[in-house]
């Protein structure tokens, strides 16, 4: 898991007085939010997802699909070097934990069980996400 900090890492009082309390417990303290009930869950516009701390590009709306998790799902993120995956042991379970690799920001888990090509199902809490609206679309 990495620890280190650069310059980039958002400050945590910052992101305590920015975030609602739900954004703030499942980036920082590895929460999740309850299936169903994320604003992305079932959202469909096309885009970009940004890290909700610190604003890096994390995952498009192309590789978006529904995977009937009722968490936001992708089948791959938008540049792999942008999430970081580590092994996951809590609650009893082996899990691949995904964060955010530019500021460590807890995202969600990524699961062997996803569609091709990549296999993959990158299972995100909507609250670790800010989505940018592509100003091309509806054009
Ligand atoms: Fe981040």
Request: one cysteine or more.
């Amino acid at each position: 898991m990495a620890t280190d900090k650069d310059a980039t890492t958002p400050d945590d009082a910052e992101l305590r007085a920015r975030l609602t309390p739900l954004q703030y417990q499942v980036t920082r303290e590895k929460g999740t939010e309850r299936a169903f009930t994320g604003a992305y869950a079932h959202h469909k516009e096309a885009g970009v997802y940004r890290c909700v701390c610190c604003g890096a590009d994390l995952f498009s709306s192309t590789t978006k699909y529904d995977s009937g998790s009722g968490w936001p799902s992708f089948w791959l993120p938008l540049a792999g070097d942008n999430v970081r995956t580590h092994v996951d042991r809590s609650h009893g379970m082996v899990r691949t934990e995904v964060s955010c690799a530019q500021c460590d920001a807890h995202l969600g888990h990524v699961f062997d069980d996803g569609p091709r090509p990549s296999g993959q199902r990158f299972c995100i809490n909507s609250a670790s996400l800010a989505f940018e609206p592509d100003p091309a679309a509806g054009k």
